[in-house]
């Protein structure tokens, strides 16, 4: 089974073409850490991995797509891109949580955390790659204890425990998160955005005359 | 012949349409599916850009699926794919870019990133039939108020004038608020201003003194005047006469525009006029614009109001001309520009 990986809800663009028959294998990736370009590089970073082994997306029998948690408004490109993709070439469109592939084919207990701006994390902990606790938002002080953690790298003054070195979430990490989903029909692509959306109902009218 | 889907995000309409380009030139409406998020904005008197993102993002397959189906093709007739990339809200264009991205790629075709404002324009070819050239378009919408000249809608589009501060859709929004009437306020006070006098109150005319800019427009002060005429009602403890200012305000904002749309059509010596976007389902400015251009001699070409809001079908309209003319596609590396210029008609 040929699978197209990716995922946008990091300030990675991450890219990536996957054979799993029996064991899984990369057999090309593209990952920029730009968060201002996920519009613009996924399809060609799609299309540039295809290229390098050869197929086209008619080859592909599954899409893996990140579904967050996220706050960039680049989360929605690669979602909008999966969908799109997944539509037009008649595959499903499975999707997983970007943590989980952080966090995918870890050892032992491990926090996971991803920038969510305004000073907070998004998080969840994991052992040994299952998740033990839902993804949540907050600020860093307030995340649970771990031996490990991975993900992004910010905060190391308040959360002092050793980083693996993985800081995006990778093709890989993206189809090992969907063991067990890929044989399934695919569940509904919803993105996790633990946030609800800035507005403000407005108050009385300001008046232009003095009383 | 070629069929192009047509993709909308940049404000709160997710459009997906198809049109036909038939050998002859002609442009034939396939299908024009919306889904609307202004029910969820409405409470917050105006769009909120990460509610219409999010729901962007929810519509969009099942918008462009709706429109297939419709059309009665299949995904795999299509034989380009257009897509507004600016101007607008940027995470909004961005679901629409990155779709349109997704279906030209996986449909092998190409891609047409294109601009909203001459897709306003390029709707009323789908009711219509092909404009002259040149032509004038006086578009009025939410979020703007532009006369341009078109030449050619699929290059050649110059601004003669636009509005230096509110689009002529934000005043009706924000005059309804002073009435407190609901959002959109475009349709609201249409009905109410049918029921009063035009004439009740004289609102100022925004710069149409001898030394300001001709073509240009402004109705920050409009809006200001009737704040300021509703709040001394209030305070002298009078009844506020609502279609009476609905209609004296609209009467302000569609003399000002036809009268500078007219008086560009004659200066610059052009016959045919198109108004659209979505202040042109306006019954007093579809009206005092057919009767002022009778008086000039100049034809009068209005889109149907389902055509004049944002919609896909106008950009499938503006993709198909892009085809007919030959236009080199955009590369898939193509971005959204919420600021793209009305003179770049395609990326
Ligand atoms: N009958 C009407 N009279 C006046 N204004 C109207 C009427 N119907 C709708 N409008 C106004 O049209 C605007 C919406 O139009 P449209 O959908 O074309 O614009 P938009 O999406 O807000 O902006 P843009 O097209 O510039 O991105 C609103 O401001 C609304 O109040
Ligand atoms: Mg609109």
């Not at chain 1, 295809?50 to 680049?74: E, H, Q, S, W």
């Not at chain 1, 993105?191 to 403000?200: C, E, G, Q, S």
């Not at chain 2, 794919?81 to 995470?91: K, N």
């Amino acid at each position: 089974m040929l699978v197209l990986a990716l995922d946008t809800a990091t300030p990675a663009v991450t890219a990536g073409v996957v054979t799993l028959n029996g064991d899984l294998e990369v057999l090309a990736e593209r990952v920029t850490v730009d968060a201002r370009a996920h519009g613009e590089l996924l399809t060609p970073h799609l299309l540039a991995a295809l290229a390098d082994t050869g197929r086209t997306l008619a080859d592909v029998d599954a899409i893996v797509c990140g579904i967050g948690p996220g706050p960039f408004t680049g989360l929605r490109a690669g979602m909008a891109t999966a969908a799109a993709l997944g539509h037009a070439l008649g595959i499903p469109v499975h999707p997983v949580c970007t943590l989980d592939a952080i966090a995918a084919g870890t050892e032992g207990p491990l926090l996971v955390t991803t920038d969510a701006r305004r000073k907070e994390l998004y998080w969840a902990t994991y052992d040994d790659g299952a998740r033990v606790t839902s993804p949540a938002v907050g600020p860093p002080a307030t995340l649970p204890a771990a031996p490990a953690r991975a993900g992004t790298t910010l905060y190391g003054d308040v959360l002092t425990m050793p980083h693996t070195g993985v800081e995006h979430p990778s093709p890989a990490g993206l189809v090992r998160a969907a063991t067990g989903q890929l044989d399934r029909p695919a569940r509904p692509l919803v993105p996790m955005y633990l946030r609800r959306p800035d507005a403000t109902v407005p108050g009385t009218r300001k008046r232009v005359t003095t009383p | 012949m070629s069929l192009v889907l047509g993709i909308e995000s940049s404000c709160d309409e997710t459009g997906a349409g198809i049109a036909k380009l038939h050998p002859d030139g002609r442009i034939e409406l396939l299908a024009d599916e919306v889904a609307s998020s202004v029910e969820l904005h409405a409470r917050f008197g105006g769009v909120v850009p990460e509610v219409a993102s999010r729901a962007h993002l929810e519509a969009m397959v099942p918008t462009v699926t709706r429109a297939v189906t419709k059309a009665g093709v299949e995904l795999g007739d299509l034989d380009a794919v257009a897509v507004t990339c600016g101007p607008g809200l940027a995470g909004a264009l961005l679901v629409g870019v990155s779709a349109a991205k997704a279906y030209a790629a996986a449909l092998n075709v190409p891609l047409y990133g294109v601009n909203h404002l001459p897709g306003h324009v390029a709707a009323d070819t789908l009711q219509h039939g092909l404009l002259p050239s040149p032509c004038l378009a006086l578009l009025v919408s939410g979020g703007h108020t532009q006369l341009l000249r078109v030449d050619d809608l699929a290059g050649k589009i110059t601004e003669v004038g636009s509005t230096i501060d509110d689009a002529a859709g934000e005043a009706y929004d924000k005059v309804a608020r002073i009435l407190g009437l609901p959002y959109p306020g475009g349709p609201p006070i249409d009905k109410a201003a049918a029921k009063g006098d035009p004439e009740a109150i004289r609102f100022p005319r925004g710069l149409t003194g001898p030394r300001d800019a001709p073509f240009d427009f402004s109705f920050s002060g409009l809006k200001t005047a009737v704040a300021r005429w509703v709040e001394h009602r209030e305070r002298d403890g009078l009844p506020v006469p609502v279609e009476d200012v609905a209609a004296s305000f609209q009467e302000a904002v569609a003399d000002v525009l036809t009268a500078k749309a007219v008086r560009a059509a004659n200066e610059l010596g052009i016959g045919t006029m198109v108004l659209s976007g979505g202040v042109a389902a306006n019954s007093r400015l579809s009206g005092l614009a057919a009767q002022r251009c009778a008086e000039a001699g100049i034809e009068l070409r209005v889109p149907r109001p389902r055509l004049c809001t944002d919609n896909g079908a106008m950009i499938a309209a503006l993709g198909a001309h892009l085809v007919a003319a030959g236009t080199r596609p955009s590369a898939l590396d193509l971005s959204a520009d919420p600021a793209l210029p009305v003179g770049t008609v395609s990326v």
